[in-house]
């Protein structure tokens, strides 16, 4: 079962000795790259993850498979994770140290649902007036929803914009079914 508190305080702490040992971005990397790797190979994931396999048996795998490709403080690390026993808040724990990086260099992460792809030059508009407003780097997400008809949909941290068609068409019925208006004749 994934702990947020531990997973949150293990973040913060390879965060923090990383910035005292001047490696936030080689921690960074490495951990992207772990992150991938786990993601694009479902076995060793689930290797890692299977509470029958012994831990000495995880340390071996791991260690041939990232022994040399990390960052001495990362590979440390996650090791001490697997012999803490901590594998299933691996993912958990890159994506608070991901979240700690991202607020440390001023990155915010912006998601905008269109009903169609958007071309890189409204792409680049939407991510400079973001930027402008924000005064923060932004990272786009894009994704395609066809069901939302037309418009778009915005939504970074606190704030959100819908201004699809359907949801404007859903305004609509709304205030239609509400409508106190009666013929009198």
């Known amino acids: 079962m994934k702990n947020p508190k531990l997973s949150s305080r293990y973040a913060k702490a390879l965060f923090d ?7 936030i971005e080689e921690v ?11 993601k694009e190979n479902r076995e060793l994931q689930m290797l890692l993850r299977n509470p029958v396999v012994p831990p000495n048996q995880k340390h071996q795998i791991f260690e041939s498979v990232f022994n040399g490709t990390l960052h001495e403080i ?45 071309s890189d030059e409204l792409k680049s ?12 780097t932004i990272e786009l997400k894009e994704s395609v929803d066809p069901l939302i008809i037309g418009g ?18 859903n305004k609509l019925r709304q205030e ?10």
């Open 176 to 185: 239609f079914s509400q409508n106190s208006f009666q013929v009198q004749f």
């Open 152 to 169: 778009f949909v915005i939504q970074m941290d606190d704030f959100f914009l819908d201004s699809s068609i359907l949801s404007k068409i």
């Open 28 to 38: 960074f990397g490495d951990l992207q790259l772990f992150a991938n790797t786990l």
């Open 74 to 118: 990362t590979y440390q690390f996650l090791d001490l994770l697997l012999k803490k026993r901590r594998e299933p808040d691996l993912d958990t724990i890159c994506e608070g140290f991901f979240e700690l990086y991202k607020q440390a260099h001023n990155i915010k992460s912006a998601r905008i649902v269109t009903a169609q792809p958007l």
């Open 125 to 136: 508009k939407i991510v400079s007036l973001l930027t402008e407003q924000t005064h923060a």
């Open 17 to 23: 000795f990383a910035g005292e040992k001047n490696q």
